[in-house]
C-alpha cells in the first residue's frame, strides 16, 4: 500500500459516497494508484463526506470534481466497509443518474497535483468487469454487476 495514501487518510474511520453509473450495459469506473501492488484499482467515482455535507450533496460534489458530470438523481444501494492496515472507510454506494455522459478524468483537491491517485476513467462493460481479478476492482462493483446490470 502506498505510503502517502497512509500518511494521508490512515488511521482514522472516512465515511465515502460512491456513485454507481450506467450507460449501455457499461458502468464508469476510475483507476487509482496506490491501493495494491499491481498499482491498478478499479472503482466508481466517490469520495469522503464534508462536515455538515448530506451523503447526497458528497455524491453531487465528487462526481463532479473526479469525472465532470452532474447527477440528477442518487438512490441508496449498498454499504461495505473496507479495512485494510491503518485504512478505514464505511462507503456508502449509490445508484446515480447523470445529465449526460461526456466524462473525463478530473482530479481530487484534497491531494496535490502531482500526487494524484487517478490513473484514468473507462466505461467498463460487465465482460470486463468479471473478467478482472477481484483485487483489481471494487468488490461491490463484481457484486453489482453480477446482479444489477
Known sequence: MD???TQQF?????IRCMALIEQNDAILLINHRGLNPQNCFWMP????IET?????????REVSEEVNLKILKSEFY??????????????????SEV????????????????????????????????????????PVVKKYVTYSV
Open 3 to 5: 505510503t502517502f495514501l
Open 10 to 14: 490512515g488511521n482514522r474511520v472516512r
Open 99 to 138: 445529465a449526460d455522459y461526456d466524462s473525463w478524468l478530473g482530479s481530487d483537491p484534497e491531494i496535490s497535483p502531482d500526487n494524484q491517485l487517478f490513473l484514468e476513467i473507462k466505461w467498463m462493460d460487465i465482460e470486463s468487469i468479471n473478467n478482472m481479478d477481484e483485487y483489481m476492482v471494487h
Open 52 to 60: 455538515g455535507e448530506s451523503v447526497l450533496d458528497c455524491i453531487a
Open 45 to 48: 467515482p466517490g469520495g469522503g
Open 78 to 95: 449498498c454499504l461495505n466497509e473496507y479495512i485494510v492496515d491503518s485504512l478505514h472507510a464505511v462507503e456508502l454506494f449509490f445508484k
